[in-house]
């Protein structure tokens, strides 16, 4: 995914300002030959590379990926609050909690991990506390 939007993003670039890859290499200070395989999807750039495209192309990172600036899909960056909790019956005979992503409502395994090891979203624990319980 990250090359196929990489190398469409570049692909798109040299139709829209008319530009060929050699003079896209020599603006971003980079082989031709290796600018052409990572259009191709070919090589996996280095931090280093995307840094000089972006530069050369002036571009910002988010753009040359193909990634959404739609507000939506950068949600998951801010923090949501834990209202739910569920419990299990542990080995020991006792129950155990864990708590629930509240925007995938999928069970993480650890508390207080920063992000849903599901979604990614961002997790505030300050309201655990007053969480719901839901038993099994």
């Known amino acids: 995914m990250f ?3 990489l190398s469409a993003s570049i692909l798109r670039i040299c139709d829209v300002r ?3 890859y050699e003079s896209i290499a020599s ?3 980079i082989s031709a030959r290796y600018l052409g395989s990572i259009a ?3 090589a996996n750039p280095t931090l280093l590379v995307l840094e000089k495209l972006c530069t050369g192309l002036q571009v910002a990172p988010d ?3 193909g990634v959404s600036r739609n507000k939506q899909a950068w949600l998951y960056r801010q923090p949501m609050r834990l ?3 569920r419990q299990y019956p542990a080995c020991t005979g006792g129950m155990s909690l864990y708590p629930v992503c509240p925007r995938c409502h999928y069970t993480m395994e ?3 991990q920063a992000f849903c090891d599901h979604c990614g979203q961002r997790i505030d624990w300050s309201f655990l506390r007053y969480a719901a319980l839901i038993a099994l």
């Open 110 to 112: 650890r508390e207080y």
């Open 3 to 5: 090359t196929d939007n």
């Open 40 to 42: 191709r999807g070919q």
């Open 18 to 20: 008319n530009l060929s």
């Open 27 to 29: 603006l971003c200070s």
């Open 83 to 85: 209202l739910t909790v």
């Open 63 to 65: 753009e040359l990926l």
